[in-house]
């Protein structure tokens, strides 16, 4: 088939059904010929104009609120990144021509985001079913069943809007639940030593996306210190569970394991014998202070980032495995060491601060690179906030993000 080259704008404006693209402050973008002829509006009354302004409800009937049910359900897909087919809704549109004059239609709508690069939504699709000929039609063939079958179709609709809701509410609250169990099951963060570290949490934006991560800072004899984190497949309140028996059996290995690859060993073979524990990722490091030595182990986790004193950043790479539960043999585990000079930074993550939707993770290490020799100068505090803003999405990354950062 020889190539042929598309052109998606004018396959847009074609559609045969009413499609809009609007822009996550719910600003009109673009919208297709069949919306605009369905809707009643020119390019010029529809584009660039906020969707309230197009489209307001009906201030002369009380229960008009299809666009406030449209907002809510728009704002939901900016915020978390999904889809979200709406019930059945009444709108109230004002003629263009007579203001002042109402038009009762029956739309279903999907809303659906679109990313950009680094995981971002930057555009809504807002896709519409006209079904108001529809239930035109059975009035005239049916006289007053169509009034009956109009009534049970907007009362049904305004059940599901409700159901959604309470749905939305009980979300919430296991959301927040999760939220205590995590905060509950992670260290509380304090200087160790004459150290300065930095920590930083963010869940995921969105639903229950959380749990997933841990971070663990142990104190060692000879002035040493211990400094892990990990991730577990899965979200909720589930990984939670794993996430806590992960985390405990690290932070007591560590203490009486010879290195972090020992620590390692013994978290894998731990970890057969949890449910979901399979393919958690983790990566511990052994900062020896009178030694100036970072020695590290990683089960098919991120590599740390060391900001040197100089300016320059090197990934401690050198002593990856497999993430714990990947093989079904048992095997050492590898470990390797790097020196350090007092200044130098040491930085352990999560995939959710470098990951991003389409993209090679080495782009991401690039960008971390990048913030870490910009950022420099700083403290840990600093640091840790300026990562955070730097290479997180504006609007909240789709996995969670543990960050520490040790000024050695």
Sequence with gaps: MPDVVIDYATVFRLLPGMVALLTPDLVYADANEEFLLSSGRTRDQLIGRYLFDVFPDNPNDPSANGIRNLAASLQRVAETGERDAMALQRYDVESAERPGEWEERYWSPVNAPVFDAEGRVVLLVHRVEEVTELIRARGRRAGGQAQVLEAELYTRARELQ??????????????????????????????????????RYRPAAGSLNVCGDWYDLVDLPGDRIAVAVGDVVGHGL??????????????????????????????????????????????????????????????????????????????????????????????????????????????LYTDGLVERRREDIDVGLERLAGALVRHRGDDPERIADALLVDLLPVGGATDDTALIVVRL
């Design 162 to 199: 409700e159901l959604n809701e309470r749905l939305r509410e009980a979300h919430a609250r296991e959301r927040e639940v999760a939220l205590a169990l995590q905060n509950a099951m992670l260290p509380v963060t304090r200087p160790t030593g004459d150290t300065r570290i930095a920590v």
């Design 238 to 347: 589930a990984a939670a569970g794993v996430m806590g028996q992960l985390r405990s059996a690290l932070s007591a290995t560590s203490r009486v394991a010879e290195g972090p690859a020992k620590a390692l060993e013994v978290l894998g073979l731990y970890a057969r014998s949890v449910e979901g524990a399979e393919n958690t990722t983790v990566v511990e490091t052994c900062i020896d202070w009178n030694g100036r030595t970072v020695t590290y182990s990683s089960a098919g986790h991120l590599p740390p980032a060391l900001l040197r004193h100089d300016g320059t950043v090197e990934f401690l790479d050198q002593a990856t495995d497999p993430p714990l539960g990947a093989r079904p043999e048992h095997l050492p585990r590898p470990q390797a060491t790097t020196g350090f000079t007092p200044g130098d930074t040491l930085v």
